[in-house]
């Protein structure tokens, strides 16, 4: 059984001697050498800001490069279509219905006869312009009411979060259903929607991070310059909030544009003068037995293009993560 | 025994809290939609009409019956007081709203339990395993999975499992109908689940990494405890926690989906009765399904906030 | 000057004892961590020694591996460390060899740890009585009895579960107080018997033995068969309560109930002390176990510790950053730098004739060590190098910044909606602050000293009373005024990860209050902001990097020059040094200091430690809970302390029972 109990003499501690490996031990200097007086920056290592280290962590992952790649490629098409296609997809051809692919229309012919991969390349820019737009302004209207809620605090932060749950307890679709029965529909008004809709969930992140910063010392300092309160939030508060911000709004973007393609798909989206990826399932929808493909191209191509900002706002995420970077 | 009086007064407090939260939200959300409906263009009641039209005295009639007539925000707290004594009123059909919503209310519900039934287990279940694998295959592989089922809209995922695992395989009956059971639900469930069962996985594996780290699990090792009752008891239970709030706010995304679903594979639920009357331009159904939606979205809401101040205790001071 | 690690003889020279085998002998230990940069030694080939029932200290500050080397012990390295190199024999057995089994038979049962921050330590959605529960199911502890170990006091094997050592459970201690309570009746002095029978007995710690003495001595007839007849043992919960109680937490059957965030730092701590100890170990590992509290509360959790695992017979390895505490509390010291031993002994040696560099520098740099000698030093009438460098001169009696009945009150918002309750955080405070001077608020948390100096900065309304700055009351400045006072004082905050904002860069932060304040123009505020990183000892090229390229004491430097951006004449330090390790806290003092002198600046130190206080200040104000309790001289105030508190603050500093004579500093 182990000895627990110590020996008399320990107790009474440094009147005895010690023991032989406890005896007064000191390091030779020159293998243990102490810094200097005043520990002075590495000067060899470049000047990094929070934006360069997370650069840094991000050019080395393989999924930065695919998605960005993949985004670069949307957004080329999306601006540029015409560089993809020269066959114009509002031409059709009743003859071609269901037609298989040929040279010069490698996905075949839709049940109207048109060129599917056509369609498929001047649909990108509406689901594109949508997704942006209602991003820019989700983030702009989002981050500026979050901001002053989670600064300001009390009352405003009460009215204001308010105001966010009553838009929030509607969920996106349902609004947009409701309200595009009443617009006109053209990319603006379904971009609309979808703002209106669609803030609540940046300002409650950006409250959120807001709320975090708002006691750092760094804010009581810019307080006892004598910094007025809008120009600490502006200055000081947001640009620190800004990080959580960027991730979701990656993620949102890709969100949005499936949105907007369910809304299409129901009918009730984008007017099927437009070409777009989601008024095209919807058309493929009925004969998805016989001729699957039809659906599948356009379909593939929403799902990679969202995939690529999903898989962006991932990468992001982790490298603008607090937690990762240890100072 | 006054430690647990005191408990229980500041739960009730708690409560009282949240509710009285709540009636201006949804005052204010009613109110939106109201006004959302109103502004819908066209005269429904010469739609009733259709091609011929209804001579002016009957049109003046039924405007008055339906309270057409009346400015808007005498109609909007007529609305709310019927709301109030479940008078939903009476659909441009004929029926009573409230019928139709009785009638159509529990598939949809019964959908959208299975379906967060099935995101939850499953979602926490693989979560929990990629969050301790972190880095790993497993971990990877559910990450691109879950990456794609929400990078692919809902209605070519319906497509997708009606007619891979309806038609081709047979598995499940492609469409439901008036046909409602457990079983011929389960493919819009998995369906209607399948994206938040996505985000569930991927918060949860965030969650667990996360508090797998923490200081306290630290302790509980430190204290000779066995792995299996550290991950249960210290990692799983405090993980539930962010997980238990957005189950409570994805009850909204379903019900958005549940349009979708319901639709693909025929249900006949809410989702396809709100479709019918927006197309009809059916106001007072319209306004009244889309309320009681909001109501239930709310009051599951409410119940996720309870739920989150038994997980946790610090939350009850707040 | 290579020096041999021979044995360094003391001079009553006693052979080195050989007569016991070392409980704990960790030999050329590596801990390695995978980092981006590829694979860091935190710990580079290490030695230490733990005997039975002895207290071992390690010292070193942040990055010295100490509590790197303590978790290895128990393979409880975070991330991705590991040991990959050494031993680690525990008992006689070589545990770096042992398998995730034979770890968790380890952990709790026979190494206990007893962790440092007691917020993050203890899981908030449990309750505490769980936690400790956890502890002793999982180690498999009886809880009916108390456990004795062989070997004590000469008894045989076959008396070791003697009825005598069941625990005193719930309902046995009511039964036995009502007992004692009918047996004394109406008697004299009846009630103060049964009130002290009440404190003596503690529920799942007390055994039948403990309660037939405590009983027999209040007057109970017939403890003894009394006692027997009803102390049978304790549920878990009774033990439970009883850890708690031996751990020194007051009314702990109720307590135990409670959830962590219920509990105040100091309370939480003994919960941690309760669980480490709960298994009774042979040998427990207190990582810093009360840097997170206040001064008076570390003395007593500590004093308190020490007893209990001397009682226990427990070996302690004890990881402090604070070498005045290590040489109070441990017999060995053990001093760690950049993942090496530099030096290590008996405590009384090191203390007083440190042989390394680095050990030198830290018991010349410790706050609590040198605060002792500069008290000796006067005390003996001896004017040293660090008595010296405290006269500064002015003794003017110009006062730059008056405080007068300062009260502060904050309204705090009740569980219930609309009521609240009123919570007075500074109650009519009043102090003067002589120009170039320094004046130290000193208190423990929740004294009100950071809101006072929140007043005195205008970051806070006071709810009565005034601030009077340079002649001026400050309450009567309208706005623009307000803002050109601003310049006249500039605050220095404790945490210096917080305190410059992460997405300027060190030029930015530094310029911001030269633009604000719209002085000059953009190359001559270049100008200036080479100028002051000059003043704090900082290579120019600084301005071009941000906070978190820095370390904590430069970021503090970096602090200390955007506070003299406008030269102000008050600087407010708070806590401005209680973040930083102790070499480095010793330079930013004296460069507090050498800008005082240069620039005639007056100083509102707040802080919590009076041993800094001996080092930097000309007065000191002593706070408690919102009111001042001591004001006077510095001198005055450690030689002469006239309060109670007063007192206990200082007896509270680490050290308070080491002797070192006037001459005892080895050089600095």
Redesign the interface.
């Known amino acids: 059984m182990p000895e627990n109990r110590p020996n008399d003499e320990l107790l009474h501690g440094a009147s005895s001697a010690p023991f032989a490996d406890q005896e007064h031990y000191f390091a030779d200097e020159d293998t243990s050498p102490v810094l200097d007086a005043v520990d002075a920056p590495d000067e060899s290592a470049p000047p990094t800001s929070l934006w360069r280290d997370a650069w840094n962590q991000v050019k080395v992952r393989p999924l930065f490069w695919v998605s960005a790649a993949l985004i670069l490629l949307v957004v080329l098409v999306a601006a540029f279509p015409q560089l993809f296609s020269s066959v114009d997809p509002r031409q059709c051809d009743l003859g071609n219905s269901y037609g298989a692919p040929s040279a010069g229309h490698p996905f075949g012919y839709d049940r109207q006869g048109c060129d599917i991969y056509s369609r498929v390349i001047y649909g990108a820019r509406a689901s594109v312009v949508v997704g942006v737009l209602t991003t820019i302004g989700v983030v702009i209207i989002g981050s500026m009411i979050g901001g002053v809620a989670g600064f300001y605090g009390k009352l405003t932060d009460s009215l204001l979060s308010r105001v966010g749950d009553i838009f929030f307890a509607i969920p996106l679709l349902l609004a947009a259903i409701v309200t595009m029965q009443v617009l006109d529909r053209n990319v603006w008004t379904v971009a609309g929607v979808l703002i209106v809709f669609g803030w609540p969930q940046i300002a409650r992140i950006t409250r959120g991070a807001v709320l975090s910063v708002r006691n750092s010392e760094f804010v009581t300092a810019s307080q006892a310059l004598g910094l007025s309160k809008p120009a600490i939030l502006a200055r000081h508060v947001m640009p620190n909030a800004i990080a959580p911000i960027i991730v979701i709004a990656t993620v949102s973007l890709g969100t949005f544009i499936v949105v907007e393609a369910t809304l299409s798909y129901l009918g009730i989206g984008l007017p099927p003068t437009t070409v777009s990826w989601g008024g095209d399932i919807s058309q493929a929808q009925a004969a998805l037995r016989t001729n699957p493909q039809v659906l599948f191209y356009p379909a593939g191509a929403l799902g990679l293009t969202v995939l690529s900002f999903m898989m962006m706002g991932d990468v992001v995420r982790d490298a603008l993560d607090p937690k990762a970077r240890k100072r | 025994m006054a430690a647990t009086g005191r408990k229980v007064s500041l739960m009730a407090w708690y409560v009282a809290r949240r509710v009285m939260q709540l009636i201006p939200v949804f005052l204010g959300a009613t109110l939106l939609i109201y006004s959302l409906v109103f502004l819908l263009p066209g005269d429904p009641i010469q739609a009733l009409g259709g091609e011929r039209g209804l001579p002016p005295a009957v049109a003046d009639q039924l405007r008055a019956h339906y309270n057409l007539d009346k400015p808007f925000i005498i109609q909007y707290l007529l609305y709310l007081k019927g709301l109030l004594s479940f008078d939903l009123g009476v659909s441009f059909s004929g029926r009573e709203v409230s019928e139709i919503i009785a009638s159509a209310f529990p598939t949809t519900f019964q959908l959208a339990i299975m379906a967060l039934v099935i995101e939850a287990v499953f979602g926490v279940g693989v979560g929990l395993i990629a969050g301790m694998r972190k880095g790993g295959i497993f971990d990877a592989t559910f990450l691109v999975v879950s990456l794609i089922v929400i990078a692919v809209p809902i209605f070519v995922i319906g497509f997708v499992v009606q007619f891979v695992f309806g038609v081709k395989l047979g598995w499940f009956p492609p469409t439901v109908g008036s046909d409602v059971t457990f079983y011929t639900l389960l493919a819009p469930a998995i369906v209607l689940g399948s994206v938040s069962f996505a985000y569930v996985l991927r918060l949860t594996r965030t969650t667990v990494a996360e508090n797998l780290s923490a200081d306290y699990v630290r302790t509980a090792t430190a204290k000779g405890l066995a792995r299996p009752r550290v991950v249960r008891v210290h990692v799983l239970r405090n993980s539930l926690i962010p997980v238990v709030t957005f189950l409570g706010v994805d009850l909204g995304a379903l019900m958005g989906g549940a349009v979708v679903t319901e639709g693909i594979f025929n249900v006949p639920g809410i989702g396809n009765a709100l479709y019918t009357a927006i197309k009809a331009q059916d106001s007072p159904s319209v306004v009244s399904i889309v309320t009681v939606l909001v109501i239930v979205f709310l009051i599951a809401n409410l119940l996720v906030d309870l739920l989150y101040a038994v997980l946790d205790p610090r939350i009850r001071y707040a | ?3 041999t ?1 021979d ?2 003889t ?1 001079p ?1 020279a ?5 007569d ?1 085998q ?1 409980l704990l ?1 960790v030999r050329d230990l590596e801990v390695s961590f995978t980092t981006a940069a590829g694979e860091v030694k935190a710990v580079k080939g290490i ?1 230490l ?1 733990v ?4 207290t071992v200290a390690i010292v070193g500050e942040s990055g010295s591996g100490k509590s790197t080397s303590a978790h290895a012990v ?1 393979n ?1 390295l ?2 991705t460390g590991k040991v990959t190199g050494g031993t680690i024999t525990f ?1 006689g057995k070589d545990i770096t060899k042992g398998s ?1 089994k034979d770890y ?6 026979r190494i ?2 007893v ?1 440092q ?1 007691p917020m ?7 309750r505490i009585g769980y ?1 400790i529960k ?2 002793l199911t ?2 498999g502890v009886s809880s009916t009895r108390a456990e004795r ?4 006091s000469g008894i045989v094997a076959d008396e070791l579960l003697s009825d005598d050592d069941l625990y005193l459970s719930s309902e046995a201690k009511k039964k036995l107080l009502a007992e004692l309570r009918t047996a004394l009746g109406g008697r004299d002095g009846a009630d103060d018997a049964v009130a002290r029978a009440d404190e003596q007995l503690a529920v799942g710690s007390s055994t039948r033995a403990d309660a037939r003495r405590v009983l027999d001595e209040a007057g109970l007839p017939d403890a003894d068969a009394r006692t027997a007849a009803v102390v049978k043992g304790g549920s878990m919960n009774d033990r439970v309560a009883g850890l708690l109680s031996e751990a020194g937490l007051q009314d702990a059957e ?1 307590r135990a ?1 409670q ?1 962590p ?1 219920e509990f105040s730092g100091g309370m939480r701590q003994r919960a ?1 002390i309760a ?2 100890l ?3 170990p ?1 040998l427990l590992i207190a990582d810093e176990p009360t840097s997170a509290l206040d001064v008076t509360v570390q003395r007593t959790i500590l004093d308190h510790l020490g007893e209990l695992t ?1 009682e ?4 302690v390895l004890f990881i402090t950053h604070d070498l005045g505490l290590a040489a109070e509390r441990a ?2 010291l053990v001093v760690m ?2 993942g ?11 203390l007083e004739s ?6 030198k ?1 830290l018991v010349a740099s410790a706050p609590s060590l040198a605060s002792r000698r500069i008290q000796s030093a006067r005390a003996a009438g001896v004017d040293t190098e660090e008595t010296r460098a405290l006269h500064h001169g002015n003794e003017r009696a110009d006062d730059v910044i008056v405080a007068e009945n300062l009260t502060k009150v904050f309204r705090l918002r009740g ?3 609309g009521s609240h309750t009123d919570f007075t955080a500074v109650d009519d405070v009043s102090f003067r602050l002589p120009r170039g001077t320094t004046l130290a608020l000193v208190g423990e948390s929740g004294s009100g000293k950071s809101t006072a100096a929140n007043m005195v ?3 806070l309304e006071p709810t009565k009373g005034k601030i009077i700055f340079d002649g001026v009351d400050l309450t009567a400045l309208n706005k623009k005024e ?2 050109k006072f ?1 310049r006249r ?3 220095i ?3 210096p ?7 300027f ?1 060190i030029f930015r932060s530094i310029e ?2 030269l633009r ?2 719209k002085v000059g123009n953009k190359k001559s505020r270049e100008k200036r902001v080479r100028e002051l990183l000059d003043m704090v ?3 120019q ?2 301005m ?3 906070p ?4 904590g ?2 970021r503090q430097r970096i ?1 200390i020059a ?1 506070a003299l951006a406008l030269e102000p004449e008050v600087i407010v330090c708070d806590e401005a040094v209680s973040a930083l390790d102790v070499l ?1 806290q010793a ?1 930013i003092l004296t460069l507090l200091n050498d800008l005082q002198a240069e620039l005639g600046l007056s100083y509102l130190f707040i802080t919590h430690d009076l041993a800094v206080v001996r080092q930097i200040a000309d007065h000191v104000c002593v706070m408690q809970q919102g009111k001042i309790v001591e004001q006077a001289s510095t001198d005055d105030v450690f030689e002469n302390p006239q309060q109670e508190y007063t007192k206990e603050l200082l007896a509270a500093i680490p050290g308070a029972t080491l002797t070192l004579g006037a001459g005892s500093q080895s050089g600095s």
């Open positions: 000057m290579s020096e690690n044995t360094n003391t009553q006693d052979a080195p004892r050989e016991q070392p002998a030695d020694t005997y039975p029932g002895q128990i409880l975070p991330g008992d995730t968790v038979a380890l952990r709790g049962r206990g740890l962790p921050d993050s330590n203890l899981n908030p959605v449990w936690q956890e502890a999982a180690n170990q062989s070997l004590t109720r109930r959830y965030h941690l669980i480490g709960a298994a009774r042979q001397k226990l017979g427990t070996a017999e060995h730098y950049q090496k031993v530099v030096e290590s002994g008996p405590a009384r040696q090191i440190p042989k390394h560099a680095y050990t520098r569980s219930r909606p900065l205008n970051l307000l803002f601003r004082v500039q605050p905050f404790q945490n990860y917080g305190s410059l904002d992460p997405m860069s911001e209050p604000v304040h000892s900082l290579p090229a600084t071009r990097r941000f978190n390229e820095l370390s004491g430069q602090a955007r480095v330079q």
